[in-house]
């Protein structure tokens, strides 16, 4: 994003002052030396000045022609036919952004910053607010920004506006964000305050309503995943618990809404974290910092854990009020020199804004390495309106063409959580990877222990606690399965059509990078394996072209789950770990169970033939 200030240069060749003001004291001619010397002076001031106030181009990128960005120089009062199809391209920039556009007045097609007069923007904000009525949306106006490149010139400005569909048929636009950070950094308390609207009290009152377990409550320690919502409305306006609205009211009410998935901190429950960021399919993962411990903990696993999986990732340096302003500055340049490291190599950016917060939202998903970061309390309410700014406008990672080719595949849902609700039967959780999921269709779950998949008829569906008729790729939710026996079922089970024909495997390989082991990692060592919401202990079989490997090394293994046989996509991601063993890799390749056995025999034998040469 191109930075507008106003520069006060002088450019090379043009005074301030008039013609006359090159001549001394009393109008008296200066001696040659002094000139020169002044002009030296003079020079070294304006490259100077030069130097700190340098207008940048006033450039954006060139429009793309995907996405739900739109570039217009100006909308004053179209023809019926210009309307009808400008019309037509705010609903087409609506779909790419699955509800969302954000429209850039007074720039050109190329990224130009050209800027409109006070009447001119005026008009042209009055019927893209037309357009929006048109199609069923409402328009938000996120800043006004001067553009004063060329002194000759009137101020003209840019307006960056927000365009979003009203909620229909619940077809709001969901983005999951995973809470990381360390033991007590205020996680659950950050969310309480955002979700239920209250400020905290300063000793956890925001968190209570977020604990599921009385240990929870009793220690103020999260160990379980919950999950948190937070709407906005068509205008951007925050929608959450505030005036006593059930989930559902929210959900009805909301255009966007941001999904919590909150992970506990403490290193006891590290594998509970993990599965909730390689399971729920997170789009974004916010990492809370308390300002008067700094990084501490957990928190640099957590981190290494986001980037390994390659989840952007955004922090919020959180409990400002409880330390002076050297300490946040103290925690912050902390943050920026782990950030830079050569394994991180990310870009921080420190919100302290309206402005920056717009800024931070668009380049955070343009560009993988920009990390913003924010500070702000949650008893004073200190800076929280930027960080609600940022969530409002953060875009979603995939389009609409992504999602649509997702939902013309066939039907798959991951089992992520399993409960027996009374007079409901048998209810499951999880996420919808592909397809289309309707009440009433029929569906197969496993594999169970012998590698088989079960017959069974989804009923009733839920997203985010409100009743859903149709789910659709890329959703969470939650599915009856009526009077289903439960103890069939597990998590890291699927659920998918019946014409899929699923693969299943007890063995397969990954290309993996062993991040940190303590001494070698050979065959025969035994690791958990994390893909997505698959999480079981394998024995290593075999790396190809090696004997071991050691930190940092790379290496095509062959796995072997201990328990029972999973169902696995290729080029899915992997994470191990073990103790201090942590590496992460993809699946390469699967071998069915037939294959399995036949492998097992001759590993057998040509062990028994070493051994007898030996």
Known sequence: MVDLSESGAVSPGHSRHGPGSGSGNNGKKMSKKSRTKKGKRGRRRRNKRNRNNKTPPPYLPPEAEEGNIEYKLKLVNPTQYRFEHLATQLKWRLQEGRGEAVYQIGVEDNGLLVGLTEADMKASLKTLKRMAEKVGADITLLREREVDYDLDRNTRKIAEVLVRKVPDDQQFLDLRVAVLGNVDSGKSTLLGVL??????????????????????????????????????NSKGEVVNYSESRTAEEICESSSKMITFIDLAGHHKYLKTTIFGLTSYCPDFAMLVVSANTGIAGTTREHLGLAMALKVPIFIVVSKVDLCSRGTVERTLRQL??????????????????????????????????????????????ESLDLLKVFLNIL?????????????????????????????????????????????????????TDEGRFLRLKVGSIQRNRSACRVLRAGQAATLALGNFDRSLLRKGMVMVSPKMNPTICCQFEAAIVLLFHAKTFRRGSQVTIHVGNVRQTATVECLHGKDELRTGERAVVRFHFIKHPEYLRLGAKLLFREGVTKGIGHVTRLLPPSQNHDQNQNQSQNHDQNQQEH
């Open 195 to 232: 979700t239920q609207g209250e400020l905290d009290n300063g000793r956890g009152r925001a968190r209570l309503n977020l604990f599921r377990h009385l240990h929870e409550i009793q220690t103020g320690r999260t160990s379980s995943i919950s999950f948190e919502i937070l709407g906005f």
């Open 336 to 381: 920026e020199r782990v950030l830079k490291q050569p394994g991180c190599n990310k870009v921080p950016m420190v919100v302290s804004n309206p402005d920056d917060a717009v800024t931070a939202a668009q380049q955070f998903t343009q560009s993988a390495c920009i990390t913003p970061i924010f500070t702000l309390s949650s008893v004073s309410g």
């Open 395 to 447: 875009p979603p990672l995939s389009n609409s063409k992504e999602q649509e080719e997702l939902m013309q595949q066939l039907t798959e849902f991951q089992v992520d959580e399993i409960y027996s609700v009374p007079d409901v039967g048998t209810v499951v959780g999880g996420t919808l990877y592909s397809g289309v999921c309707r009440e009433g269709e029929r569906l197969v779950v496993g594999p």
